[in-house]
């Protein structure tokens, strides 16, 4: 029997292993995900969802675990989704002095055209994309790396929030940075509160839909101008 567990502890570990680990096989997978989500968020998720299967990491560890009640979720995601982007719109971004309007995205403003494509990108980009990518999978990286002290989870949530804002410099610009790093901020502690992630999936679709509809009925500059002129 001692012979026996010598030879298992003598065996080098699966690919399924390393690849939970940090050594190099482990690091390449960060990095190769990590690439992956610069040409799209989709493609980082997929990347992950293989990386789950090929390590052997269960769905739940990405956040995927039902919530107790499906209609407490939507309708608090859809509320505060909607809210934080009323919020961020009339109260952080003038406080931030970002212009009124997200010129961006002002094509958008009575374009009735392209709003099913929006949707579309919300939906598989915003909302499945990118909170497979940086809350699921960074949360679960950074949990196993750091481990579960409460510090170690607020940094989780400022680095993965961090990582989530610079990924909006290239098409958003100062303005998309400072937005997606406090919105990085609330998902990521909605995350690490209810651990699972459906509540965030349907709280960014929210955010995201709600920008939208701001833009296409050209209300942004009415909203965030509300309180501050």
């Known amino acids: 029997m001692i012979s026996a567990l010598s030879a298992a502890q003598a ?7 390393r690849l939970r680990g940090f050594g190099p096989l482990g690091v390449l997978a960060v990095l190769v995900i990590l690439a992956g989500s610069l040409l799209g968020p989709p493609v980082g998720a997929l990347l992950v969802l293989a990386w789950a299967r090929l390590s052997g990491t269960p769905p739940q560890a990405l956040g995927f675990r039902p919530p107790r009640s499906w209609s407490v979720t939507l309708a608090a995601g859809v509320a505060s989704g909607i809210v934080l982007k009323l919020g961020m719109k009339a109260v952080v971004m003038p406080l931030l002095g970002a212009p009124a309007s997200n010129m961006q995205y002002r094509w958008l403003v009575g374009n009735s055209g392209a709003l099913p494509g929006m949707v579309a ?6 909302g499945f994309g990118e909170e497979v990518v940086f809350r699921g999978y960074l949360f679960e990286r950074l949990g196993k790396l750091l481990g579960p002290s409460k510090v170690a989870v607020a ?3 400022l680095l993965s929030a961090a990582l989530f804002a610079l990924a909006h410099s290239r098409d958003q610009g100062l303005p998309g940075v400072e937005q997606a790093a406090v919105t990085g901020l609330a998902f990521g502690g909605i995350f690490a509160w209810r651990k699972q992630i459906w509540a965030v999936m349907i709280a960014h679709v929210a955010f995201d839909l709600t920008a939208v509809m701001l833009i296409y009925g050209n209300w942004e500059v009415t909203v965030a101008h509300l309180l501050f002129r």
């Open 11 to 17: 065996r080098p570990p699966g690919a399924a292993q």
């Open 121 to 126: 990108v919300i939906l598989v980009s915003a």
């Open 155 to 157: 940094a989780t949530v």
